[in-house]
């Protein structure tokens, strides 16, 4: 938690009160099975000759990780406020900034491609260096916004990408939790 403030009613715990917000749940569930479906075969495109993917591959490969983390975040109800938010005046990009309820989460998206020789998990590419880098960001669009009265988490989501299945997805809410000062 990088604020400490009442606790109110969280979203979860009520009802959805206008038809709005009914046709935005349908709407984001019926867009995330449509994600979910391109990706049936993994989110890398299919190169049958077995060549080494070039940096602009992989690319294209994370930013179609961080549109299925958003479409899957979206389906867990989380409301976007930001996508790729980077500062003006330093260093760092937040993937994914939106409210869970009524807290706001900064998510760190990490996909990885899943080969016989490469077993790392990419929860472990988020080291105390990205951590802190990740916080400074934050606390950037917190002042921008000026959203200090907000009670705040750093979730990361972990995409797990094996060639020819859908993506494995692990969501870590609350991850990290750097000071926000």
């Avoid at 190169?47 to 983390?69: C, F, L, P, S």
């Amino acid at each position: 938690m990088c604020c400490i403030f009442p606790l109110g009613k969280t979203q979860e715990s009520r009802p959805l009160e206008s038809a709005g917000e009914r046709i935005m749940a349908i709407f984001s569930k019926a867009i995330f099975a449509m994600v979910k479906w391109k990706a049936r075969h993994g989110l890398r495109e299919v190169d049958g000759n077995g060549r080494e993917w070039t940096k602009e591959e992989a690319r294209r490969a994370g930013v179609r990780g961080e549109t299925y983390a958003y479409w899957y975040l979206r389906n867990q109800g989380y409301v976007f406020v930001a996508r790729n938010y980077v500062p003006r005046s330093a260093k760092g990009e937040l993937d994914l900034v939106g409210y869970d309820g009524e807290t706001l989460a900064f998510v760190e998206v990490r996909t990885r491609t899943v080969r016989e020789e490469m077993t790392a998990l990419p929860e472990l590419s988020v080291t105390p260096e990205k951590q802190r880098i990740v916080a400074r960001t934050a606390r950037y669009f917190l002042a921008e916004r000026h959203l200090r009265r907000s009670p705040c988490r750093f979730d990361m989501l972990a995409i797990d990408d094996r060639p020819g299945q859908p993506p494995e997805v692990r969501l870590h809410k609350d991850a990290f939790s750097p000071q926000l000062r």
